[in-house]
């Protein structure tokens, strides 16, 4: 069963830079053709969710994201094309909208509850676990103009939580509040889809994505790039990404290059990932099997020369660094116009979740100097399985067994 | 599985397979729907309005007592206004009551939709819930005013009639013109806030077009019938006679009156309604 339809959805915002201010401006320009520019939020979007399932879109800042989460709440209606959805949606697009500074946090579980569409009697009834649920019990009676922010979070998060919609959509809201709490807000929502809950998940943080969604749907430029399973989507994001940071990236290696001595003897030309079966992919999951290729084209002629690879986690750490001289093998030598492919395999990837920047060096065979250097030419987004916490996937299996026991007991059983 | 379970089935799957009817419930059922919203935008509004403040809601009865003395020492004292043999303060407080309602009602209800812009852009609901507790809250204020009344009266020895219950119909006509008002400036307001500045000084002419600091029998004649097109004239001169002078209002304009309140209603709904799509993208 459909949840939520969305056919051929496009939405127009009029950019107009001379759109009358006042009353006198807009009698002067009657008749007059005034000067408008189209922008399309959203062109010719379609997709659909079944209920119980969850679907994250995945863009940019600016692709429209927020606008198809404002047209499925029907905050705005389409220019074009039909959004039909069954049942209570209820929207965390901005987390305590409608809290008035003045009133005390129980006040405005109230108020919060009623404008997203709860019944007093509801309220009552769901009070103390929404206050619960938020770890706010001491200062439920302050004015919410003393909270901090993330207390303000997470009191919108807690009403907007206990709504029990057929349908949540959740805009980019688990940025705030502290790890602890962004764990136990997607564990509400995993909780609430068991239950048939539908989910439209909004997020930069792709691991969060993929965790709580099944599907995805890639939004760049307005334009739909991808609807399908999540991990694909993500993949199709993830190439995005990368192709902009290019752009980006491109201006950094120079200033870095500076710093590296390179011969241009040798120019690495891609960095690829690729799983177990030979295919090329962005995004992994934790202990799958995995394969870092390094693609080098030789200018020179070369002696055994020593590829480097790097992964560094999210906040720029280093967290493996290796080369050929350490892992005790030598590549060999190369001519002068020789391509050459340099292949890293990782059995088991033991990271968890994340986004991990991958760069490679190539270097001459005694240290010297370096051929060519790429930092974080590709970026490898890890998706884990959902048993641990920490920086490390370890292969653990855990077994249990009587080791002693009350001898009474045993007698009793005997 | 026999072939009744999977009749039923095969229904069930068609049931669902149809998308929901779009909304097309009239007004009334939206406000019934929204009442507990509504309730809780009322309160906020008065809340908001109080709080943090040493008087609270007796400000509520303190601005139109204190206009009351203002008016009277300039026109019982100084202009010396021919009142019929009413005293001057309760003459004046009968009318500037609901006058302040009016105006406070215009002024808050105007910027309804602009000052609650976080909540239209990120929240779906009705619209119409906003300028109803406007109103709705300034009606709070109306009749902690009207708890004044009855020393006055009492002070004063006004006799007073059954025609006094009037005062309730009246109110309610009053709140349609102002709801009418508020549904029309408020969503003009969203696209040109010029409307902001216009309002005050608006009521603040209209209020001495109506009769409220003098009398309706000070206005001349020949004009009267022009005057009275104004709704607000009917209804504080109604005010005044059912409450103070215990006799009948004007039926005729009161008729006007109630006919204006009404299309100024429908009619600002409607365009309120027209123009509610573009409110998110506007404000």
Not at chain 1, 6 to 16: A, D, G, N, T, Y
Not at chain 1, 59 to 88: C, D, E, F, W, Y
Not at chain 1, 373 to 383: I, K, T
Request: overall charge negative.
């Amino acid at each position: 069963m459909k949840a939520i339809s969305v056919e051929h959805v496009s939405k127009k915002f009029i950019l107009s830079k001379d759109r009358p201010k006042n009353l006198a401006e807009a009698c002067r320009s009657i008749g007059k053709r005034k000067p408008r520019e189209d922008f399309w939020a959203l062109n010719d979007v379609s997709f659909e969710v079944n209920q119980g399932e969850a679907l994250g879109i995945i863009g940019h800042n600016g692709a429209g994201k927020s606008t198809v989460l404002k047209l499925l709440t029907r905050i705005m209606q389409p220019t074009s094309g039909h959004i039909r959805t069954r049942g209570r949606v209820s929207a965390l697009i901005e987390v305590g909208a409608g809290f008035h500074p003045d009133m005390t946090g129980r006040e405005n579980v109230y108020l919060n509850g009623s404008i997203l569409g709860m019944t007093k009697r509801e309220i009552d009834g769901k009070f103390d676990e929404i206050v619960a649920f938020s770890e706010l019990e001491k200062f439920i009676d302050t004015p919410v103009k003393r909270y901090s922010s993330g207390m303000y979070a997470r009191l919108g998060f807690s009403v907007a939580a206990h709504v029990q919609p057929d349908i949540l959509i959740v805009d980019e809201v688990l940025a705030v509040g502290d790890a602890a709490f962004q764990q136990k807000c997607l564990d509400h929502m995993t909780d609430l889809r068991r239950s048939g809950c539908t989910i439209v998940f909004v997020s930069h943080n792709t691991s969060a994505v993929t965790s709580l969604c099944d599907t995805g749907v890639v939004i760049a430029l307005g334009e739909k790039q991808f609807f399908g399973p999540v991990l694909d989507a993500v993949d199709c994001y993830t190439k995005f990404v990368i192709k902009k940071r290019d752009v980006q990236r491109r201006a950094e290696d120079q200033s870095l290059l500076s710093a590296k001595v390179c011969s241009d003897g040798a120019t690495i030309e891609s960095i690829s990932l690729r799983s177990a079966d030979g295919s090329a992919r962005t995004s992994v999951r934790s202990n799958d099997p995995l394969v870092i290729a390094v693609r080098v084209k030789f200018d020179e002629d070369a002696k055994s020369p020593v590829p480097v690879i790097h992964i560094r986690n999210n906040d720029g750490l280093l967290i493996y660094d290796t080369n050929s001289v350490m892992q005790r093998t030598d590549c060999g030598d190369f001519r002068a116009g020789d391509t050459a492919l340099f292949e890293f395999a990782i059995d088991h990837l033991p990271l968890k979740a994340g986004t991990y920047p991958i760069s490679a060096e190539l270097a001459y065979g005694d240290f010297s100097m370096y051929y060519d250097s790429r930092r974080n030419a590709v970026e490898m987004l890890v998706v884990d399985s959902d048993t641990s916490y920490g920086l490390l996937e370890l292969p653990v299996s855990l077994s249990s067994s009587i080791v002693a026991r009350d001898r009474e007991e045993q007698v009793a059983e005997s | 599985m026999n072939s009744v379970e999977q009749t039923a089935i095969i229904d069930q799957h068609i049931e669902h397979d149809e998308w929901p009817e779009e909304n097309t419930e009239g007004a009334l059922v939206t406000l019934l729907r929204h009442r507990e919203l509504v309730m809780s935008l009322t309160i906020r509004d008065i809340r908001s309005r109080y709080k943090q403040s040493m008087l609270g809601v007796a400000w509520a009865l303190l601005q139109p007592l204190a206009m009351m003395l203002i008016y009277t020492v300039v026109f019982s004292h100084i202009a010396r206004i021919e009142t019929g043999g009413i005293p001057y303060p309760i003459f004046t407080y009968i009318a500037l009551l609901p006058w302040t309602f009016f105006q406070t009602g215009l002024v808050g209800g105007s910027e309804c939709l602009v000052s609650n812009a976080n909540l239209i852009t990120k929240i779906y609901f009705p619209r119409e819930v906003f300028p109803l507790s406007v109103i709705l809250g300034r009606t709070v204020d109306l009749a902690l005013g009207m708890l004044v009344i009855t020393p006055l009266f009492l002070f004063y020895h006004i006799h007073v009639t059954w025609w006094i219950l009037l005062v309730i119909p009246l109110v309610v006509v009053q709140m349609c013109f102002m709801l009418g008002m508020t549904f029309l400036l408020s969503s003009i307001n969203l696209f040109y806030r010029d409307i902001r500045h216009v309002v005050p000084l608006v009521t603040q002419l209209w209020m001495y077009m109506t009769p409220i600091i003098y009398p309706l029998s000070l206005v001349p004649h020949k004009y009267l019938s022009i005057y009275m097109m104004n709704p607000m004239s009917s209804i504080m001169d109604s005010y005044r006679r059912v409450a103070l002078l215990g006799e009948p209002p004007m039926w005729g304009y009161l008729a006007i009156a109630s006919l204006v309140s009404v299309v100024a209603l429908v009619l600002g709904y409607r365009l309120f309604k027209k123009l509610e799509p573009a409110f998110a993208e506007t404000v």
